[in-house]
């Protein structure tokens, strides 16, 4: 297991049962033992949320505001390529896209939570969920974005 991870008892995704957990598991070996993990995406498809983590965080009115919004799964795919190739503004473009996927993953739990709990005796429970974390003072590089939303 990969020690920063011990600590942690809850992980959440956006299909990371098929893409980030086997991923990690295949780079790090053995993940989140002692872990629960929830994947968002089936549970928002449990409610009627289908599609992709932007498509949903914009029915849920999350618009992102930035030029990594016309961004895609498969672009990011292209990014990584471009770090593994040493190209050091690919990282630091990856970084920030994947910090904003990752900075909606609260509110969206939180609707989850509040959607799948209707009718239910914990319907209306209130507990604290982490604030959506800024991401807008991490790097990337404009050209480049502007190059993958041109080339998708």
Same mark, same amino acid.
């Given at each position: 297991?990969?020690?920063? &991870?011990?600590?942690?008892?809850? %992980?959440?995704?956006? =299909? ?5 957990? $086997? ?35 914009r029915i849920c009115g999350l618009e992102r505001n930035d030029?990594?919004?016309? &961004?895609?799964?498969?672009?990011? %795919?292209?990014?990584? =390529? ?5 190209? $050091? ?5 990856l970084i920030r896209y994947n910090a904003e996927d990752v ?19 914990m319907a209306g429970y209130e507990f604290s969920y982490p ?5 807008? &003072? ?15």
């Open positions: 297991m990969v020690p920063i &991870l011990d600590k942690y008892k809850l %992980v959440v995704t956006f =299909n990371g049962i098929s893409f980030d957990i $086997p991923y990690l598991k295949r780079e790090f070996g053995p993940l989140l033992n002692e872990a629960a993990h929830i994947d968002l995406m089936y549970i928002l498809r449990n409610i009627g949320l289908k599609g992709g983590l932007k498509k949903i965080e030029d990594l919004s016309m &961004l895609t799964g498969r672009d990011a %795919v292209f990014l990584w =390529n471009m770090v593994q190739e040493g190209e $050091p503004q690919a990282l630091e473009t900075s909606s993953l609260p509110l969206l739990t939180e609707f989850a939570y509040r959607q799948n709990s209707l009718g239910t005796p604030a959506r974390f800024e991401t807008s &003072l991490l790097p990337y590089d404009s050209a480049l974005v502007r190059y993958l939303c041109r080339s998708t």
